[in-house]
């Protein structure tokens, strides 16, 4: 590869088309957040048919690709088929690299709508910003390929020969669990020189990240049983364990003192991490006054670097339904953090380990439902991550920083294994405050300009490149 050299005018022209284009893209993003798409079984699945085929639709309305499919895959093993992906695909010209745009058109469910302060799926804009669910995670990356494909192709016209192919998922909120076989199905439309995966986040509002490293995840459920059956609490309780009373001791062993993962065999990975103030993450994870902070070390090298444990459900009786009863039974559901540079399965198997040591009462332990997933360590060296890094000061006008993230995007280990050449660029939208996967999630509209700026520059740049 060589380096372009772009002239100012060609820059000042693609700004221009995407300033140009914003207003139509804030449009189609609100279209998209309407549509209620969630790939869980227990929601109206037509509502993410009706997502696919509106991306596949802003997808050929650019006019770029040469071909823009809805596409399922197989999920190994189940005999089922996945939720429906647009593929979308344009060949390089004339010796031009080729470039993969990943994002995905489902959403979280919703949760409780009393918590919203607008409806979920009505996108309202206050304060400078979008509310919706989806509006940041992950409709917005969406709209950043299609606004930036459109500057890009309004900009270049016939000149534009670089290899464009656009792969927008269907389940990534539910696991991914197609997505290395659409991968292999479809290895030749989606090969490229380089990837960006448009869901991740940035420092804050207006200082862009490139994602360096991601925790890896290892989530399952765990069944407690001390029983056979429920018991009368004042009959037989102080001499009977019950299954809550053995759950809640259970779990406390997860984690020492100070909160930090009390679990042999979890990894800590050492590496430098920016300076970030407890008053800062007060600000952002919305700490409550007298609540303070867990763990040890720096606060991000706990956040990307070190693992965390997080119990996400409890099936147990419900505080109207309580009764002075012996619980037989208690189901809940861990999810781990992994840091980065150790597997899931070694990290689960690690807390199953601990947790059948530390069984109390002789509990009887079943585990099912285990989702596992890699994290994952960018190597910054390449061409791409240099040109990246440039388009994102000249796109937000602040110099980018790299970041580790706590939280995982599993299926980029898919990506490796089935691109190992490919340069994997890990951008998004979302800013400290988006609250994605939470009540009230939103986008920050500057935030957005300046991310669609960043990846028309990318592509225009990309474009200049001789392959």
């Known amino acids: 590869m060589t380096s372009p050299v772009l002239p100012s005018e060609s820059d000042a022209l693609v700004l221009d088309a995407v300033a140009t284009g914003i207003p139509s893209a804030l449009s189609d993003l609100g279209n998209l957040v309407r549509i209620p798409g969630m790939a869980w079984p227990a929601f109206d699945q037509t ?17 770029v690709f040469d071909e823009v499919k809805v596409l399922r895959a197989a999920i190994p093993g189940t005999g089922e088929h996945g939720q429906p992906a647009v593929l979308a695909t344009r060949a390089a010209r004339n010796g031009k690299p080729t470039i993969l745009l990943y994002a995905h058109h489902d959403v979280q469910p ?5 918590l919203w302060e607008t409806p979920p799926f009505e ?9 919706a669910r989806g509006a940041a995670d992950d409709k917005a990356g969406i709209m950043a390929h299609i606004a930036s494909v459109r500057a890009v192709s309004e900009v270049l016209g016939d000149d534009l020969d670089l290899g464009i192919a656009m792969f927008i998922e269907g389940e990534e909120e539910y696991g991914s669990r197609s997505f290395a076989q659409f991968l292999a199905d479809n290895k030749e439309d989606l090969r490229a020189d380089a990837i960006v995966v448009a869901d991740s986040g940035n420092w804050d509002s ?9 925790r890896g995840n290892a989530r399952f459920t765990m069944r407690v049983r001390t029983l056979d059956h429920a018991s009368h609490s004042g009959m037989f309780g102080g001499a009977v364990p019950d299954a809550m009373m053995a759950t809640v001791t259970l779990l406390s062993t997860l984690w020492n003192a100070d909160g930090s993962v009390a679990v042999d065999g979890m990894s800590v990975r050492e590496a430098p991490t920016p300076e970030y103030t407890e008053a800062t993450l007060r600000d952002e994870a919305g700490l409550l006054p007298e609540t303070t902070p867990i763990g040890n070390g720096s606060i991000l090298s706990r956040i990307w670097n070190k693992p965390s444990v997080t119990v996400i459900g409890i099936d147990a009786t419900s505080v109207a339904s309580a009764s002075n009863t012996l619980l037989p039974e208690v189901t809940v559901v861990v999810s781990a953090r992994v840091a980065p540079g150790q597997s899931g399965q070694d990290a689960y198997e690690a807390l199953e380990s601990h947790l059948r040591a530390h069984a109390p009462f002789g509990a009887e332990l079943t585990f099912s439902d285990v989702d596992l997933g890699n994290g994952f360590l960018v190597d910054t060296s390449g061409w791409a991550v240099a040109l990246t890094r440039d388009a994102m000061r000249d796109g ?9 993230v706590g939280g995982s995007i599993p299926f980029i280990a898919d990506l490796v294994r089935e691109f190992p050449e490919a340069q994997i660029l890990v951008t998004g939208v979302e800013d400290p405050h988006s609250r ?16 669609v700026a960043t990846e028309a520059l990318l592509l225009t740049r990309m474009n200049a490149i001789e392959h």
């Open 110 to 114: 919703p949760g409780d709508d009393a």
């Open 436 to 451: 994605a996967h939470s009540p009230n999630e939103s986008l920050h509209l500057d935030t957005f300009r300046h991310a």
């Open 396 to 404: 937000y006008g602040v110099p980018p920083l790299d970041l580790g």
């Open 206 to 214: 207006v200082t862009p990240g490139l994602t360096v490293s991601l």
């Open 123 to 131: 996108p309202t804009v206050r304060n400078g910003r979008l509310y």
């Open 47 to 63: 509502q993410l048919e009706r997502s696919a085929e509106a991306v596949a639709a802003l997808a050929s309305g650019t006019g």
